[in-house]
Each structure stands twice: as structure tokens, then as C-alpha cells.
């Protein structure tokens, strides 16, 4: 039979107590309060754990994702790139680095990540969608509406890359296009709140 979630905290905190300077119980209970939704605790464990051990690159990075997930990008971007450090080829980091960086609003920084996160991993769609929200940000729009096209190729029903390739054509001016994209988005996702603004913007936009 499984243990209670509260079974299972008390077994780290038993844990932790016999071996208070283990990085990888820190690392186990941060991943058990993750789970949870408790951030903040979780955080702190991670944190204890690289401070205990800091070549520890699963934990660097989870706590990164953690991090972002509070929109604190300037913190996690330190973190994941000691996890990259680590594993220089692992297609997830860069990605969720490249992501990070974009959120941040460094697109510069983030194209080469982004380049090479989809030269070592070409069928996987995230990296793409990345590639293409930096080169906007960049407004390098030709390109970026290749790397969407590319994104859509390989992920043709994820709604969020419709929703924006239709950002990019209103950007462009390309309205009829973009309520094409966003009616795609709405016919995957009829609760996309973001395709239906968009899709309302574009039509004022051409003043219907």
C-alpha cells in the first residue's frame, strides 16, 4: 500500500534528521514538495542541496523550473546553465534555458541556445516555438514564421503555436491570416481565452 503524503514527508524529515548533509535527500524531498505545489519549500531543499553539491545538474535544474515558474527568470538562468555545464548536449536545458532567456526578454541570448537545441533535436516542436518567439522578439519575422511553420509541422494540434503564428501575422499586418491561425487555435482549444482576445483584435483591426 502507498504511503499518505503525509507518511511520505515525515519519512524525509526522519531522513533528514539522520543525515542532515545529503544533497540527494534534499534533492528527493524538494522533488516530493514540487509535487506537493509548496515552491518555496521546495526551493529552499533544492538550494540546500547544491549548496551541499553543486555538481548536482537534475537539481539545478529542477529548481530553475521552479524558478521560472514564479517568473523569476534572472534567477533560474544562472542554474541552468550549471546544469548545461554538466550535460552539454541535453536538449531539455537548453531548451528550457533558451525559454527562460526568452522570457526574460534576452532574445539575443537565446537564439544560439535555441539554434542548437533544435540542430541536436529537429522533431521535438518546443525548441522551435522558442526559436520563432526570439526571433520575434528580435523582429526578425521572416524567420521567425519559418520556425513556427516548422513548430506546426511537427506539432500541427498544439493550439498555443496557431495562437502565435496569429500574434506574429498581426505584428506583420497579415490580419486574414492570423484569424485563420486563431480559428485553428479555437477549433483545438474552444476555451483558448488568448486566441479569442487575439482573434477579436485582428477583426477590429480589419474593422469588422
Do not use: C, W
Amino acid at each position: 500500500m502507498p504511503l499518505s503524503a503525509a507518511d511520505e514527508e515525515n519519512a524525509f524529515r526522519i531522513q533528514l534528521e539522520v543525515l542532515p548533509e545529503d544533497a540527494r535527500v534534499h534533492a528527493r524531498f524538494a522533488d516530493f514538495l514540487a509535487g506537493q505545489g509548496r515552491d518555496a519549500e521546495a526551493i529552499a531543499h533544492y538550494k540546500r542541496a547544491i549548496a551541499l553539491d553543486a555538481r548536482g545538474a537534475a537539481a539545478h535544474h529542477r529548481l530553475a523550473m521552479l524558478l521560472a515558474r514564479g517568473r523569476r527568470y534572472e534567477e533560474a538562468i544562472p542554474h541552468l546553465e550549471a546544469a548545461l555545464a554538466a550535460n552539454p548536449a541535453d536538449v531539455y536545458v537548453l531548451t528550457d534555458l533558451g525559454n527562460t532567456l526568452v522570457n526574460a526578454r534576452r532574445p539575443a541570448r537565446a537564439l544560439p541556445v535555441l539554434r542548437e537545441a533544435a540542430a541536436l533535436a529537429p522533431s521535438q516542436h518546443a525548441a522551435h516555438i522558442n526559436l520563432a518567439l526570439a526571433l520575434t522578439e528580435l523582429g526578425r519575422f521572416a524567420e521567425a514564421e519559418a520556425a513556427f511553420m516548422t513548430a506546426l509541422r511537427l506539432a500541427p494540434a498544439h493550439a498555443p503555436v496557431h495562437n502565435n503564428l496569429a500574434t506574429l501575422y498581426i505584428m506583420m499586418g497579415r490580419h486574414h491570416e492570423a484569424i485563420g491561425e486563431l480559428d485553428l487555435a479555437l477549433a483545438l482549444d474552444p476555451g483558448y481565452a488568448a486566441a479569442r482576445r487575439n482573434r477579436a483584435l485582428a477583426h477590429l483591426a480589419l474593422g469588422d
